[in-house]
């Protein structure tokens, strides 16, 4: 499990050095990478999502799979309660953006790598479920909670976007076994491909203009890992660990994929509505740094509180 972490977060580092390494050749300047950040969120994003329900129906595998868009809603909505708790709103502090980090998390790039290696193609498809319902809040809590627009066209809109749409296209297709022409879904997954290496090349461009020593010294951003690593997913470790009646490969992928890191999003959210994008990215980094050895502690606490009750 430690390795496995290790060696994504290496990935994830290597990619966006790359970006890292654009923006300081100015291969990528400011206004191509916020052109990348809607491309990701927009075109890519939404692929991922519709070609995960491109599989053959089961009934125990459609039954697990309400479960955890069960189960998922109710995560999402205690982290959502709890980022309201430990994050107070103050004149002159990023608190949306603390907000948003301590809430979302990498549950795709990261969560899905590490889920395959754990629970295989099984885990997988069950992460959908809950990769399903943060795109559904993401785009309706975290893109209120970012741009500040709180009017309820804000929220009709969200339903319009491209991700949604996909969800729903996904769903229809799984349950009523639609299946794309084999080109379509070859092409498709190129695309689903660029998911991880893109938003993080953006967000390594971005990063590119991070104070590093400012970084290292700003408290706050070590608080806010600490709630989206530790604090809240082991909150939730408890519940879950006395839900003895559902598959272990639920329960666990959404502890996983709650667990994981920062999500890039905030970044690239962040630079779509003009927020303080270095300091989204700044979390981001450090998250997904430290999330090397939460991430093995909130599994191994998980599993302790379920053998003892």
Not at 160 to 171: A, D
Not at 196 to 214: D, F, L, Q, R
Request: hydrophobic residues 50%.
């Amino acid at each position: 499990m430690a390795s496995t972490i290790l060696n994504q977060t290496i990935i994830m580092l290597i990619l966006i050095g790359v970006g890292v390494v654009c923006a300081k050749t100015k291969l990528i300047s400011e206004a191509s990478n916020k052109d990348l950040s809607k491309f990701v969120l927009q075109v890519v994003n939404p692929v991922v999502i519709f070609v995960s329900y491109q599989r053959e129906y089961r009934t125990e595998l459609a039954k697990n799979l309400l479960l955890t868009f069960v189960l998922s809603v109710g995560a999402m909505a205690a982290l959502v309660l709890l980022s309201y708790v430990f994050v107070r709103k103050k004149e002159g502090k990023e608190f949306e953006i603390e907000r948003f980090s301590s809430v979302y998390s990498n549950c795709g790039f990261m969560g899905i790598p590490l889920v395959n290696a754990i629970y295989h193609e099984e885990g997988v498809f069950y992460l959908t479920a809950f990769i399903t319902v943060f795109n559904l809040v993401v785009w309706t809590h975290g893109v209120i909670l970012i741009s500040g627009q709180k009017d309820l066209r804000q929220v009709v809109k969200v339903f319009y976007s491209p991700t949604i749409i996909s969800i729903l296209l996904g769903l229809i297709t799984f349950f009523a076994q639609v299946k794309l022409p084999e080109t379509a879904l070859t092409a498709l997954g190129y695309i689903k491909d660029m998911n991880t290496p893109v938003a993080m090349i953006v967000s390594g461009v971005t990063i590119a203009a991070t104070n590093v020593p400012k970084l290292l010294k700003n408290i706050r951003v070590y608080y806010v890992c600490f709630l989206k690593l530790l604090v809240m997913p082991l909150i939730l470790a408890v519940p879950f660990s006395l839900l003895h009646g559902v598959d272990e490969i639920v329960r666990m992928t959404i502890l996983i994929a709650a667990a994981a890191p920062p999500a890039a999003m905030c970044t690239l959210l962040s630079i779509r509505y003009g927020k303080n994008s270095i300091y989204s990215s700044e979390i981001f980094t450090a998250g997904t740094i430290l999330s090397v050895g939460s991430l093995p502690l909130v599994v191994k606490f998980t599993e302790y509180l379920t053998k003892m009750s």
